[in-house]
């Protein structure tokens, strides 16, 4: 059983910075693409990011890219995601994910596991 957790969440004024982790309880971690998504209230969940199996690819949603950073560290069974600059619309429950056949995918149909989310609000 694949499972993820995340951390991080929290309250940050508009401009502000957090670091989101999601740690993957499975032996073989490098071998999943991980994703980032988010759902605010009343909105359908969305794509932020996306990152390869080794890491070497990723992908951004258009009102995110310049500020956020994903990435992995295949070592600690973890993928992260950098949040700067950080804006009124960007509060959301934030969500990893885990997909165990594609290379890289922006779809969340595609992925396999979810983590239970974590609260990411920005104050104005």
């Known amino acids: 059983q694949v499972q993820l957790v995340e951390s991080g969440g929290g309250l940050v004024q508009a401009g502000g910075s957090l670091r989101l982790s999601c740690a993957v309880s499975?032996?073989?971690?490098?071998?999943?693409?991980m994703g980032w998504f988010r759902q605010a209230p009343g909105k359908e969940r969305e794509f932020v990011a996306a990152?390869?199996?080794?890491?070497?690819?990723?992908s951004y949603a258009g009102s995110v890219k310049g500020r956020f950073t994903i990435s992995r560290d295949d070592a600690k069974n973890t993928v992260y995601l950098q949040m700067n600059s950080l804006k009124p619309e960007d509060t959301a429950v934030y969500y990893c994910a885990a997909d165990r056949w594609a290379t890289l995918t922006i779809q969340a149909r595609l992925y396999d596991y979810w983590g239970q989310g974590t609260q990411v609000t920005v104050s104005s």
């Open positions: 990152i390869s199996r080794n890491g070497g690819s990723t």
């Open positions: 499975v032996r073989t971690f490098s071998t999943y693409a």
